[in-house]
């Protein structure tokens, strides 16, 4: 079943007299459950296509329908709904805010929800857990390693259990090690029925993809479905 579907999306950014298409009548479409990985060349459309697919970009025209929902014909404030409620992001700059410590950063989404601090302490601490940092909870960014910063902010994005996971170049400053270790939690997390899409640099990280899309001047170039583990299929 179709957890996405854009149809015939275009992305334009004007600047006085330039004019770049990032997308160019891109569609998609992405079944629930896929572990998806965007790659291509810089300038391609990749942290577009993602922009877009989060609700923070408006496309030029087309369309962008998730869970049945139109993201751009709703409200800003209906779309802040959807984007809390339906969507999990995860950034290679991890975005933590640096006074708050890890259990606090991991609770900032469920600021606006109505579960008591008891609960939201609760769900917090167990998504920590869950990626192996329950016992640098207390700890702050800074106090912290780039791959751990990079587990805090993946537990951030999970705990409010949203449907769909974007990431943006997650393991782009991580040395090879850690970055397998993130990786190895990202295709735990798509065992688990997740929905994940990864734009990323990186080929080695195309064998965790059950599917990959190339893109290249805001088109479509290649769209080929891996077998994990058998990274050549992808090459």
Known sequence: MS??????????????ADCVTALQEMSLCVDEGTFLGIMGPSGSGKSTLLSVLGGLTSPTSGSV????????????????????????????????????NALENV???????KFSTAEKRK???????????????????????????????LARSLVNNPPLLLADEPTGSLDSTTSKQVMNLLSELHQDGQTVI??????ENLEWFDRTIYLRDGLIEK????????????M
């Open 107 to 113: 609770m900032l989404p469920l600021v606006v929800t």
């Open 65 to 100: 329908n998730i869970d049945g929902i139109d993201v751009y014909w709703l409200s800003a404030e209906k779309q802040a709904d959807f984007r809390r409620e339906y969507l999990g992001f995860i950034f290679q700059s991890h975005n933590l805010i640096p006074y708050l």
């Open 3 to 16: 957890l996405i579907t854009l149809e015939q999306v275009t992305k334009r950014y004007i600047n006085g």
């Open 123 to 153: 769900r917090a601490n167990a998504m920590l857990d869950r990626v192996g940092m329950s016992d640098r909870m207390l700890h702050l960014p800074q106090q912290l390693s780039g791959g751990e910063q990079e587990r805090v902010a």
């Open 198 to 203: 990864m734009v990323t640099h990186n080929r």
């Open 223 to 234: 769209d080929t479905d891996v077998v994990p583990g058998t990274l050549s299929r992808a």
